[in-house]
Protein backbone atom coordinates (compact mmCIF):
# COMPACT_ATOMS: atom_id res chain seq x y z
CA UNK A 1 0.00 0.00 0.00
CA UNK A 2 1.37 3.05 -0.94
CA UNK A 3 2.40 5.64 2.07
CA UNK A 4 -0.12 8.26 1.47
CA UNK A 5 -2.51 6.15 1.67
CA UNK A 6 -1.57 4.19 4.35
CA UNK A 7 -1.25 7.40 6.94
CA UNK A 8 -5.06 8.06 5.47
CA UNK A 9 -6.16 4.67 6.92
CA UNK A 10 -3.71 5.02 10.59
CA UNK A 11 -5.50 8.71 10.66
CA UNK A 12 -8.96 7.25 10.47
CA UNK A 13 -8.67 3.93 12.06
CA UNK A 14 -6.67 6.17 15.12
CA UNK A 15 -8.99 9.43 14.98
CA UNK A 16 -12.36 7.33 14.55
CA UNK A 17 -11.52 5.02 17.35
CA UNK A 18 -11.00 8.29 19.11
CA UNK A 19 -14.21 9.53 18.79
CA UNK A 20 -16.01 6.33 19.47
CA UNK A 21 -14.02 6.01 22.30
CA UNK A 22 -14.74 9.65 23.86
CA UNK A 23 -18.51 8.53 23.47
CA UNK A 24 -18.05 4.80 25.36
CA UNK A 25 -16.28 6.70 27.80
CA UNK A 26 -18.29 9.65 28.44
CA UNK A 27 -21.15 7.71 28.58
CA UNK A 28 -19.96 4.74 30.81
CA UNK A 29 -18.32 7.17 33.08
CA UNK A 30 -20.86 9.85 33.06
CA UNK A 31 -24.47 8.36 32.22
CA UNK A 32 -26.17 11.88 33.45
CA UNK A 33 -24.69 14.30 30.43
CA UNK A 34 -26.98 12.46 27.64
CA UNK A 35 -29.80 14.29 28.75
CA UNK A 36 -27.50 17.78 28.83
CA UNK A 37 -26.02 16.97 25.59
CA UNK A 38 -28.89 18.31 23.66
CA UNK A 39 -29.68 21.47 25.61
CA UNK A 40 -32.60 23.44 24.43
CA UNK A 41 -32.84 21.79 20.77
CA UNK A 42 -36.65 21.14 20.82
CA UNK A 43 -37.64 17.72 20.56
CA UNK A 44 -39.03 18.04 16.96
CA UNK A 45 -35.55 18.58 15.91
CA UNK A 46 -33.87 16.33 17.89
CA UNK A 47 -35.64 13.69 15.42
CA UNK A 48 -34.04 15.81 12.81
CA UNK A 49 -30.59 15.33 14.33
CA UNK A 50 -30.46 11.30 15.24
CA UNK A 51 -31.62 10.96 11.39
CA UNK A 52 -28.49 13.21 10.32
CA UNK A 53 -26.31 11.76 12.35
CA UNK A 54 -26.61 7.95 11.05
CA UNK A 55 -26.94 9.46 7.50
CA UNK A 56 -23.70 11.69 8.01
CA UNK A 57 -22.25 8.72 9.39
CA UNK A 58 -22.61 6.99 6.64
CA UNK A 59 -21.91 9.34 4.44
CA UNK A 60 -18.25 9.08 5.35
CA UNK A 61 -17.65 6.14 3.60
CA UNK A 62 -18.60 6.52 -0.05
CA UNK A 63 -16.03 10.16 0.03
CA UNK A 64 -13.40 8.73 1.82
CA UNK A 65 -13.56 5.77 -0.80
CA UNK A 66 -13.56 8.04 -3.59
CA UNK A 67 -10.91 10.34 -2.47
CA UNK A 68 -8.95 8.15 -0.27
CA UNK A 69 -9.02 4.96 -2.85
CA UNK A 70 -10.37 5.60 -6.23
CA UNK A 71 -8.58 8.40 -7.04
CA UNK A 72 -5.37 8.17 -8.71
CA UNK A 73 -2.64 9.77 -6.57
CA UNK A 74 -0.57 11.58 -9.55
CA UNK A 75 -4.05 13.19 -10.91
CA UNK A 76 -5.36 13.78 -7.32
CA UNK A 77 -4.65 17.70 -7.18
CA UNK A 78 -5.88 18.31 -10.37
CA UNK A 79 -9.16 16.27 -10.09
CA UNK A 80 -9.74 17.38 -6.11
CA UNK A 81 -8.02 21.11 -6.36
CA UNK A 82 -5.96 20.04 -3.29
CA UNK A 83 -2.97 17.66 -2.72
CA UNK A 84 -3.61 14.47 -0.88
CA UNK A 85 -2.02 15.73 2.21
CA UNK A 86 -4.53 18.54 2.38
CA UNK A 87 -7.05 15.98 2.17
CA UNK A 88 -5.21 13.83 5.39
CA UNK A 89 -5.21 17.51 6.95
CA UNK A 90 -8.99 17.53 6.20
CA UNK A 91 -9.21 14.34 7.76
CA UNK A 92 -7.33 15.26 10.81
CA UNK A 93 -9.47 18.79 11.16
CA UNK A 94 -12.54 16.37 11.67
CA UNK A 95 -11.57 13.60 13.55
CA UNK A 96 -9.20 14.82 16.22
CA UNK A 97 -11.37 18.24 17.40
CA UNK A 98 -14.32 15.24 16.69
CA UNK A 99 -12.57 13.31 19.96
CA UNK A 100 -12.66 15.84 21.71
CA UNK A 101 -15.83 17.47 21.20
CA UNK A 102 -18.17 15.33 23.56
CA UNK A 103 -15.23 15.18 26.74
CA UNK A 104 -15.27 18.92 26.52
CA UNK A 105 -19.13 19.51 26.55
CA UNK A 106 -19.18 16.90 29.64
CA UNK A 107 -16.74 18.96 31.50
CA UNK A 108 -19.25 22.11 30.65
CA UNK A 109 -22.25 20.20 31.43
CA UNK A 110 -20.63 19.38 34.97
CA UNK A 111 -18.40 23.11 35.14
CA UNK A 112 -19.90 25.86 33.18
CA UNK A 113 -17.59 28.52 32.10
CA UNK A 114 -16.98 31.06 29.47
CA UNK A 115 -13.61 30.15 27.98
CA UNK A 116 -14.91 26.20 27.60
CA UNK A 117 -17.93 27.76 25.93
CA UNK A 118 -15.46 28.73 23.70
CA UNK A 119 -13.21 25.98 23.22
CA UNK A 120 -16.28 23.88 22.82
CA UNK A 121 -17.47 26.33 20.05
CA UNK A 122 -13.99 26.72 18.56
CA UNK A 123 -13.68 22.76 18.03
CA UNK A 124 -17.09 22.23 16.54
CA UNK A 125 -16.14 25.21 13.90
CA UNK A 126 -12.80 23.63 13.39
CA UNK A 127 -15.10 20.44 12.19
CA UNK A 128 -16.39 22.05 10.47
CA UNK A 129 -14.06 23.61 8.35
CA UNK A 130 -12.50 20.91 8.26
CA UNK A 131 -15.98 19.15 6.20
CA UNK A 132 -16.00 21.95 4.02
CA UNK A 133 -12.79 21.59 2.35
CA UNK A 134 -13.10 17.93 1.93
CA UNK A 135 -16.61 18.87 0.67
CA UNK A 136 -15.29 20.99 -1.93
CA UNK A 137 -12.57 17.83 -2.77
CA UNK A 138 -15.22 15.39 -3.53
CA UNK A 139 -17.34 17.85 -5.53
CA UNK A 140 -14.38 18.27 -7.34
CA UNK A 141 -13.43 15.03 -7.70
CA UNK A 142 -17.05 13.91 -8.94
CA UNK A 143 -16.58 16.88 -11.69
CA UNK A 144 -13.56 14.96 -13.47
CA UNK A 145 -15.59 11.52 -12.78
CA UNK A 146 -17.86 9.12 -13.29
CA UNK A 147 -21.65 9.95 -12.61
CA UNK A 148 -21.58 7.48 -9.46
CA UNK A 149 -18.91 10.23 -8.10
CA UNK A 150 -21.88 11.82 -7.52
CA UNK A 151 -23.28 9.74 -5.00
CA UNK A 152 -20.89 10.56 -2.40
CA UNK A 153 -21.51 13.88 -2.77
CA UNK A 154 -25.16 13.52 -2.34
CA UNK A 155 -23.92 11.06 0.98
CA UNK A 156 -21.48 13.67 2.32
CA UNK A 157 -23.80 16.70 2.11
CA UNK A 158 -25.40 15.14 4.92
CA UNK A 159 -21.85 14.86 7.04
CA UNK A 160 -21.15 17.95 6.19
CA UNK A 161 -24.94 19.29 7.39
CA UNK A 162 -24.10 17.48 10.47
CA UNK A 163 -21.03 19.17 11.19
CA UNK A 164 -21.33 22.37 10.52
CA UNK A 165 -24.39 23.66 10.20
CA UNK A 166 -26.12 21.62 12.71
CA UNK A 167 -22.72 20.84 15.39
CA UNK A 168 -21.30 24.27 14.86
CA UNK A 169 -24.19 26.44 14.20
CA UNK A 170 -27.67 25.38 15.35
CA UNK A 171 -26.72 23.13 18.04
CA UNK A 172 -24.60 26.13 20.20
CA UNK A 173 -27.52 28.42 19.73
CA UNK A 174 -29.26 26.52 22.25
CA UNK A 175 -26.32 26.82 24.89
CA UNK A 176 -25.84 29.90 26.43
CA UNK A 177 -21.74 30.85 27.90
CA UNK A 178 -21.81 31.46 31.38
Known amino acids: ?80 GLSFDAMIGAYATILLPSALWLPLTAFYIQNPSTALWYAIRLDLLIVGAGATGLGYMVVRRATHGPLLAWGAVVTFFFFWLQTLVLDALVWPWFYHAT
Not at 43 to 67: D, K
Open 1 to 80: MNPQRRSLLLLILIGGSGVLGSYVLAFAYQPAIRSGLWGGIPESLQAFYTVNMLLAAIGFFPTTYLLGVKTPLGRFAVQT
